[in-house]
């Protein structure tokens, strides 16, 4: 089952175009408009989720969303690098 078949082919085209605008920019850019959106989504997400699903502090949900949210920023890292490595 490919990707257009589970959200459809509108959100297909948006994802790809997305991805090729960011891939058109520069990797130092890249790496900040994923931390721009990223990092905020992971910490909200953090601070009002986690301590309600894990047991723990607000403060230390948005540590834990941080943590999260940086897992996308390097995997597109890694794929950086094997495409221009």
């Known amino acids: 089952m490919g990707l257009r078949q589970i959200f ?4 297909t085209r948006f994802g790809m175009s997305a991805i090729r605008w960011l891939e058109s920019k520069p990797f130092g850019q890249q790496i900040v408009i994923l931390a721009a959106i990223l990092d905020p989504l992971g910490a909200v997400g953090g601070y009002f989720l986690l301590p309600e699903l894990l047991g723990v502090e607000p403060i230390m949900g948005l540590v834990y969303g941080l943590v999260a949210s940086s897992i996308p920023l390097s995997l597109w890292v890694m794929r950086y690098q094997q495409k221009h490595g």
């Open 8 to 11: 459809g082919t509108q959100f």
